[in-house]
């Protein structure tokens, strides 16, 4: 069975809480009372395999920045979110990947940008195409979503659970191909007889 830890992050009210239960219970909330964290399972089976998603909701509140650095340095992957209805959430995304990628020590994180609320287009203040290009820019995945009508939901998740294999397999083979180098190079004696 493979496993995923997840983390989704965003600012407070862009939907965390609506996307993580919509993936993990097929249940949309319109109202949901935010807490520091909760934490949310799920089995499935993708293309074949069976998958255990463990899914951390954070808060969007500032004053949780330790835990938001505790949760995302263990985090196989993460979501970040931004409304299409909120400029403000959008702008914050790029800060919160940079700081993702710091906790981590990585520019390889596997980070899937994540529109929410795609359901209120008549209240779209940011364009698909800014969510496009700034996920190109920061070099994430990127999907509109909507919680409420179940659009993309599970697509979100799946598409990051195939970054992190990805990444994990990148990984391994840096790994294999450094051990034959090492080993080359302790093979090759540097002695002279003269």
């Not at 097929?26 to 998603?53: A, L, Q, S, W």
Request: charged share 25%; proline share 1%; aromatic share 10%.
């Amino acid at each position: 069975m493979t496993k995923y830890y997840l983390c989704v992050v965003g600012d407070w009210g862009v939907g965390k809480s609506a996307l993580t239960l919509q993936f993990t219970q097929n249940y949309f909330v319109e109202e949901y009372d935010p807490t520091i964290e909760d934490y949310f399972r799920k089995h499935m089976e993708i293309e074949g395999e069976n998958c255990f998603f463990e899914v951390l909701d954070t808060s969007g509140a500032e004053e949780y920045i330790n835990l938001f650095k505790r949760f995302t340095s263990v985090a196989d992957g993460v979501l970040v979110l931004y409304s299409i209805t909120s400029r403000n959430s959008f702008d914050l995304v790029t800060v919160c990947c940079e700081q993702i990628r710091k906790y981590k020590d990585s520019d390889h994180c596997p980070i899937m940008i994540v529109a929410t609320k795609a359901d209120l287009e008549d209240d779209r203040k940011v364009s698909q195409g800014e969510g496009m290009d700034l996920a190109k820019s920061l070099n994430c995945s990127f999907i509109e979503t909507s919680a409420k009508s179940n659009l993309n939901v599970e697509q979100a998740f799946i598409v990051l659970a195939r970054k992190i294999n990805k990444s994990r397999l990148d990984k391994l083979n840096n790994n294999l191909n450094n051990r034959k180098t090492n080993k080359n190079h302790k093979n090759k004696s540097t002695c002279e007889i003269l």
